[in-house]
């Protein structure tokens, strides 16, 4: 089961911490991704990293704005996002697929799906 938190209001240029915890296995083995899907829009890819080598692919609309991150003991996925526009509005998840995944960040190609968490950035 992916769970994802911590999601909620926020004025534009401010900061939210999401956080993707996994329970009945371990995030290690998995490339994870979190993605988002706006009213009418399709879903897309915005923070990536992979099982391997943990490296991280980043959309261009969120590049050097957020930030993905594992923590192993407690068995998350983070996306620190600041900066936020509210163009970042959205429903977003958090997804994995068991090993590496190439390309990274591609929506079809991640099979086991959390159940999102609303990110509203408002004045």
């Known amino acids: 089961q992916l769970v994802e938190s911590g999601g909620g209001l926020v004025q534009p240029g401010g900061s939210l911490r999401l956080s993707c915890a996994a329970s009945g296995f371990t995030l290690d083995y998995y490339s994870i991704g979190w993605f988002r899907q706006a009213p009418g829009k399709e879903r897309e890819g915005v923070a990536c990293?992979?099982?391997?080598?943990?490296?991280?692919y980043y959309a261009s609309s969120v590049k050097g704005r957020f930030t993905i991150s594992r923590d192993g003991a407690k068995n998350t996925v983070s996306l620190q996002m600041n900066s936020l526009k509210p163009e970042d509005t959205a429903l977003y998840y958090c997804?994995?697929?068991?090993?590496?995944?190439?390309?990274?960040?591609?929506?079809?190609?991640?099979?086991?799906w959390g159940q999102g968490t609303q990110v509203t950035v408002s004045s």
């Open positions: 990293i992979s099982s391997s080598d943990s490296s991280t």
């Open positions: 997804a994995v697929h068991r090993g590496s995944v190439q390309p990274m960040c591609v929506t079809n190609l991640y099979y086991y």
